[in-house]
Antibody, heavy 119, light 113 residues
Framework: QVQLQESGPGLVKPSETLSLTCTVS????????WNWIRQPAGKGLEWIGH???????DYNPSLRSRLTMSVDTSKNQFSLSLTSVTAADTAVYYC?????????????WGQGTLVTVSS | DIVMTQSPDSLAVSLGERATINCKSS????????????LSWYQQKPGQPPKLLIY???TRESGVPDRFSGSGSGTDFTLTISSLQAEDVAVYYC?????????FGQGTTLEIK
């Protein structure tokens, strides 16, 4: 059974960089598209972007200028970096796997990690 | 971006009764070359991540009870719970994966009447 686990600081100061890592266990990280999705408290879901195991990426245009994703296949991990954060970036951040290909549904999700942007 | 609009925003249904949630996309999510609708449904309970219920608009994920079904094509889709159980209380989201950025509906809160 594939499992995903997000990790990273729960509190980030405004204007600083939010960094999260997702560790994949119970299966190979290759060859899948790995996604980040976020959800502000009491609100809906926003797709942030994805990275393929080759390192190719696709980002939500609303975040593209501040976003970098990377993958480390040797560690079965992928990561998210979001710069210049504001309170609007406060949310639960989920990592998720896209089943089988580029345009695919999300079949495995992490439990999510709450990131609060505050001084 | 493709905008996904769900209706209603909230719904109260009696145990054992049918629940129907609608989802409309701002453009078709039917890919003509393979005749597949790039539309999925998720269930989210408090404090939990979303759980995949339905993909390709009507294919039930393994382990999902058969009281859940999806239908529709093009721009109009429906999630139906044929006989509501107490454990079905949750927020339900539709999502298109036809084109990036992938987008979700605003969610429908399902409660027991």
């Amino acid at each position: 059974q594939v499992q995903l686990q997000e990790s990273g600081p729960g509190l980030v100061k405004p204007s600083e960089t939010l960094s999260l890592t997702c560790t994949v266990s119970g299966g190979s990280i290759s060859p899948y598209y790995w996604n980040w999705i976020r959800q502000p408290a009491g609100k809906g879901l926003e797709w942030i972007g994805h990275i393929y195991t080759s390192g190719s990426t696709d980002y939500n245009p609303s975040l593209r200028s501040r976003l970098t994703m990377s993958v480390d296949t040797s560690k079965n991990q992928f990561s998210l970096s979001l710069t210049s954060v504001t309170a609007a970036d406060t949310a639960v951040y989920y990592c998720a796997r896209a089943s089988s290909g580029y345009h695919y549904y999300f079949d495995y999700w992490g439990q999510g990690t709450l990131v609060t942007v505050s001084s | 971006d493709i905008v996904m609009t769900q209706s209603p925003d909230s719904l109260a249904v009696s145990l054992g009764e049918r629940a129907t949630i609608n989802c409309k996309s701002s453009q078709s999510v039917l890919y003509s070359s393979n005749n597949k609708n790039y539309l999925s449904w998720y269930q989210q309970k408090p404090g939990q991540p979303p759980k995949l219920l339905i993909y390709w608009a009507s294919t039930r994920e393994s382990g999902v009870p058969d009281r859940f079904s999806g239908s529709g094509s093009g721009t109009d889709f429906t999630l139906t719970i044929s006989s509501l159980q107490a454990e079905d209380v949750a927020v339900y989201y539709c999502q298109q994966y036809y084109s990036s950025p992938y987008t979700f509906g605003q969610g429908t809160t399902l409660e027991i009447k």
